[in-house]
């Protein structure tokens, strides 16, 4: 990488672009109902889906997974680097959990987290989504096909980085905030009392 400054200029965008929060603008276009306020209190897909229905939770999901592919697109745009896009997109996933627009109160990250790890590596990632997928269909733990998505893609990326250890790292760090941001989850999955898919947020 040597484009310096414009990878900064846009993992800098990238931030701002995940602190846009679709949840929010999604509830606000539909008169609905403040995220932050109900159900789970986290302005995610997920809880959009619960408070508002299957619609507006789609278009929240895929929302915020266009945010993480349109800042690694950016981010490879500026500097002429494919590399450029994974420090973009973990950018995007930290705005999205943490956004400076809304007082660092953001949603889980999995639908932007997706967005990046497709745009990335594309293979690797529809094989985790794949994966994610029908482990939420069979047990209908949103929560835990989450995990199993990130936790999936750091053990692939051992073998798709082609001994790079900082895509490894990267791929370390989508899984390690995941995992802080469902903590709580983790913890209900554990004592057996998450919400599975459909029912009301906790």
């Given at each position: 990488m040597?484009n310096?400054p414009m990878?900064v ?5 990238s ?6 929060s679709s949840g929010?603008?999604v509830?606000k276009i539909a ?9 789970s ?5 997920s809880?959009v889906?619960?408070?508002m229905g ?13 945010k993480?592919?349109?800042s690694?697109?950016?981010?490879e745009?500026?500097t002429?680097?494919?590399?450029a896009a ?6 995007c996933?930290?705005g999205?959990?943490?956004p400076?627009f809304f ?6 990250g999995v639908a932007?987290t997706?967005?990046?790890m497709?745009?990335c590596f594309p293979?690797?990632?529809?094989f985790?989504i ?5 482990l ?5 733990y949103?929560?835990?096909g ?5 936790v999936s893609?750091?053990i692939a990326?051992v ?5 790079n250890?900082?895509i ?12 802080l941001?469902?903590?709580?989850n983790?913890s209900r999955l554990l004592?057996?009392t998450e919400?599975k898919?459909g029912?009301h947020?906790?």
């Amino acid at each position: 990488m040597n484009n310096i400054p414009m990878l900064v200029f846009s993992c800098i965008i990238s931030y701002l672009l995940g602190s846009v929060s679709s949840g929010i603008l999604v509830s606000k276009i539909a008169k609905g109902p403040d995220l932050r306020t109900v159900g789970s209190k986290n302005t995610g897909a997920s809880n959009v889906q619960r408070t508002m229905g299957w619609k507006y939770g789609l278009i929240t999901f895929f929302a915020d997974a266009l945010k993480g592919v349109f800042s690694c697109l950016i981010a490879e745009l500026l500097t002429g680097d494919h590399m450029a896009a994974l420090p973009a997109g973990l950018c995007c996933v930290v705005g999205h959990n943490w956004p400076v627009f809304f007082g660092f109160k953001g949603g889980k990250g999995v639908a932007t987290t997706a967005g990046v790890m497709l745009y990335c590596f594309p293979i690797p990632a529809l094989f985790c989504i794949a994966g994610t997928v029908a482990l939420i269909a069979a047990f209908r733990y949103i929560s835990l096909g989450s995990l199993f998505m990130v936790v999936s893609f750091a053990i692939a990326s051992v073998f798709f980085s082609n001994g790079n250890l900082w895509i490894i790292l990267w791929a370390c760090m989508l899984m390690i905030m995941c995992f802080l941001r469902h903590h709580a989850n983790i913890s209900r999955l554990l004592n057996g009392t998450e919400n599975k898919l459909g029912s009301h947020s906790k």
